[in-house]
């Protein structure tokens, strides 16, 4: 059974974010991770299009960002639009940390948790599979990128086997189309199982794409 579009807002830890919790247990959790200037609301447009026994969290990012919202890595104006690995190496490391305290309290096991982020919350779902795919179960990609310094992880293929959702619009202006593809390159390399979903949108999921999002996260 699909969820209704509710949810609460918490302050958990230094973290502001917003929580639906599971109806009943054992329950999945899912990470939600918003774009570059917005918060713990602009993912939960597709909270509706996960199962009731789903834990999904959405925290805010965890620095401002200087056009006003919040980002996942410190402002830095040498790299606006290129950020790094090691941009989002803090935050990834605060999420596992965040997600592990929140289950406990369940309790609920985050053991492996799914990871869905949005533009540059997509890049930092990346990171987060690539340095802790153990912990990851599947991984949604929707219109983001890899971050540069990437290379040498993708070596080892620590995303042997994993699946990752990847969906991308031809029309966007802000990531584009091509730079998608070739972090899909990456994602393959890494050894991902990938499925991509491509539409003629600018940066954003398309109707067709979220359906096949709401399908891969279904199993």
């Not at 935050?91 to 596992?96: F, G, K, N, P, V």
């Not at 053991?111 to 912990?135: E, K, W, Y």
């Not at 990437?150 to 086997?161: C, Q």
């Not at 899909?184 to 949108?201: F, K, N, P, R």
């Amino acid at each position: 059974m699909l969820a209704a579009n509710n949810a609460s807002l918490e302050t958990f830890e230094n973290w502001t974010l917003r929580v639906r919790t599971p109806s009943q247990t054992p329950a999945r959790v899912l990470l939600m991770l918003h774009g570059w200037t917005g918060d713990e609301n602009s993912t939960w447009v597709f909270a509706r299009n996960f199962p009731t026994d789903t834990l999904i969290l959405a925290p805010r990012g965890l620095h401002l960002a200087p056009q006003g919202g919040y980002s996942w890595r410190p402002p830095r104006a040498d790299s606006f639009g290129r950020p790094s690995l090691d941009d989002f190496c803090e935050s990834a490391e605060a999420l596992i940390r965040l997600v592990d305290a929140y289950a406990a309290r369940g309790p609920i096991d985050a053991r492996q948790f799914d990871v869905m982020g949005f533009s540059q919350g997509a890049a930092l779902s990346n990171v987060i599979a690539c340095l802790h795919p153990d912990r990851i179960r599947k991984a949604a990609i929707l219109a983001g990128f890899m971050p540069s310094g990437m290379e040498e992880i993708v070596a080892k293929k620590p995303l042997s086997g994993k699946p990752v959702f990847v969906t991308h619009g031809t029309q966007d202006n802000l990531v584009p189309i091509d730079r998608a593809r070739a972090s899909m390159s990456l994602l393959e390399q890494a050894g991902a199982h990938v499925t991509y979903c491509e539409a003629e949108v600018g940066h954003k999921v398309s109707a067709d794409c979220l359906r096949a999002l709401e399908s891969f996260f279904k199993d």
